[in-house]
Nanobody, 126 residues
Framework: QVQLVESGGGLVQPGGSLRLSCTASGFRLDSHLIGWFRQAPGKEREGVSC????????YYASSVKGRFTVSRDTAKNMVYLQMNNLKSEDTAVYYCAAQDDWRVEHPLKDYEYAYWGQGTQVTVSS
């Protein structure tokens, strides 16, 4: 059974940093496209970033480009989202998701992904 688990969320002040982690049981993250999504209260879920299984090609939403970095640690079967210079508008529940790369046409669209974690809350507030 495939299971994704996020961790690393919390409360941080504006301008601060957090690193989210995504791990999996049941399959290797490095053989799948891994996406990070977020959903703020009253808003639709939006794609934040993703990393491909081959060559670690990455994509970022314009709202986080230059502040967030996605990476993977193959040995640990982990994918990370390093978030710097956090803003209040980054407050949301963050999810990692997985899908076979070849099935995906739009890597920052949530409907493309088959496997999801339960989410971790990130709150940016002074």
């Amino acid at each position: 059974q495939v299971q994704l688990v996020e961790s690393g969320g919390g409360l941080v002040q504006p301008g601060g940093s957090l690193r989210l982690s995504c791990t999996a049981s049941g399959f290797r993250l490095d053989s799948h496209l891994i996406g990070w999504f977020r959903q703020a209260p009253g808003k639709e879920r939006e794609g934040v970033s993703c990393i491909s299984s081959s060559n670690d090609v990455t994509y970022y939403a314009s709202s986080v480009k230059g502040r967030f970095t996605v990476s993977r640690d193959t040995a640990k079967n982990m994918v990370y989202l390093q978030m710097n210079n956090l803003k209040s508008e980054d407050t949301a529940v963050y999810y990692c998701a997985a899908q076979d790369d070849w099935r995906v046409e739009h890597p920052l669209k949530d409907y493309e992904y088959a496997y999801w974690g339960q989410g971790t809350q990130v709150t940016v507030s002074s």
